[in-house]
């Protein structure tokens, strides 16, 4: 589903956050703490936007990977880090969320945005990226989250259950190519905008993503609320004595 997406990811992301998205993924890797010389790692990086933002912040002599598992995203990336120029390029890199191919304590941070509710297994994904960074590094997760209050809550649902759905069935129509491939290509844009929403609504709030964050080895956590309570962003802290 997402190597059939990635060529209408972007677009849509922007159409659906009033490109609000780029400004989260800033808030994000502040919340990183990188700089000059880090090395950090970006999970389910899709087209990387996060991960040249990172880049930024490490330059000129950091080091950024994003893994993902879905080639076509991976490609969008590459060509994406390609245009923009200067400084550190991100590497982008297949990887299993679930069995990050890293050594332990490899990376100064690691990062995930809009990705944590797609891992297969959440805990396990959140313990992979707490092994791969270093003592005292940070862990921040990025995602969607519903917020509770009126007349917001009304409106996210109205936007979530009806308009993004009808936006990706709209996408999907107008694919290039969807009328050959009707029933594969646009029928996959439609079904993934109709995913997004069911995604958001299993995953747990911000208080119990804390928890998990917890649970995962992470001390010092702290999340940030935006967009009216539609974004929440979690940061932690590898403490310098891991748990067993």
Known sequence: MFDRIAGVYDPLNTAMTAGLHHRWRERAADLAHVGPGSRVLDVATGTGDLAIELARRVSPSGEVVGSDFAEGMLDRARRKAAAAGGGVRPRFEWADAMELPYPDDSFDAATVGFGARNFDD????????????????????LEITTPTRAPLSLFYRLWFDRIVPAIGRLAGALAPGSRRRAGTGSATIAQAYSYLPSSVKRFPGPVALAAELQRAGLSQIRYVLTAGGIVAIHAGTVPDERSS
């Open 122 to 141: 959440l805990g396990r994904g959140l313990a992979e990226m707490v092994r791969v960074v270093r003592p005292g590094g940070r862990v921040v997760v």
